[in-house]
T-cell receptor, first 114, second 113 residues
């Protein structure tokens, strides 16, 4: 089974702190994604990556950056956390050719910024 | 820009009932459509994926159909059970931006024992 692992399930950070959210997948998928999910707004794409060291902005990249130094790991970085970044963050991965492009999600990381 | 709508936003049914969840999308030029289940506080679990060339996919008590020309998909759940209670989301992958999904806002299903 594909496994997408998000290292932190629950985090509480202070305004202005630098925050790292880590995601690891074990299926050698080329594509990796970071979404945030908010009530009433659904899932929104922050950034995605289709190869090592490659990244593309999604719909809401402001205030975020990403890093993909290894194929299996995709990190989301909040350079200076703000209260409006309190949300659930979901990492996902997929292969452009395998499994019909099925996308697999991690369990989510709940971030509270105080 | 693709928009995905799911109606109703919430649905409550008695156990054993067959039910249909609806998903509509504005741009019919899609690569595939995927249905997910999300339990409270958890990530999304993939249920079914339908390629643009397919009409339906089945897995156990679940059947998903796709009518690309009318921009609609349905998820049929047979003989519903309390364990089916969750939020169901559909997501469309476009042809132009084949790596990105556009999600609906989901239907929250409650199956009453």
């Amino acid at each position: 089974d594909v496994k997408v692992t998000q290292s932190s399930r629950y985090l509480v950070k202070r305004t202005g702190e630098k925050v790292f959210l880590e995601c690891v997948q074990d299926m050698d998928h080329e594509n990796m994604f970071w979404y945030r999910q908010d009530p009433g707004l659904g899932l929104r794409l922050i950034y995605f990556s289709y190869d090592v060291k490659m990244k593309e902005k999604g719909d809401i990249p402001e205030g975020y950056s990403v890093s993909r130094e290894k194929k299996e790991r995709f990190s989301l970085i909040l350079e200076s956390a703000s209260t409006n970044q309190t949300s659930m963050y979901l990492c996902a991965s997929s292969s452009p050719t395998g499994s019909g492009n099925t996308i697999y999600f991690g369990e989510g990381s709940w971030l509270t910024v105080v | 820009k693709q928009e995905v709508t799911q109606i109703p936003a919430a649905l409550s049914v008695p156990e054993g009932e067959n039910l249909v969840l609806n998903c509509s999308f504005t741009d019919s030029a899609i690569y595939n459509l995927q249905w997910f289940r999300q339990d409270p506080g958890k990530g999304l679990t993939s249920l079914l994926l339908i390629q643009s060339s397919q009409r339906e996919q089945t897995s156990g008590r679940l059947n998903a159909s796709l009518d690309k020309s009318s921009g609609r998909s349905t998820l049929y759940i047979a003989a519903s059970q309390p364990g089916d209670s969750a939020t169901y989301l559909c997501a469309v992958r476009g042809v132009g931006s084949a790596r990105q999904l556009t999600f609906g806002s989901g239907t929250q299903l409650t199956v009453l024992p």
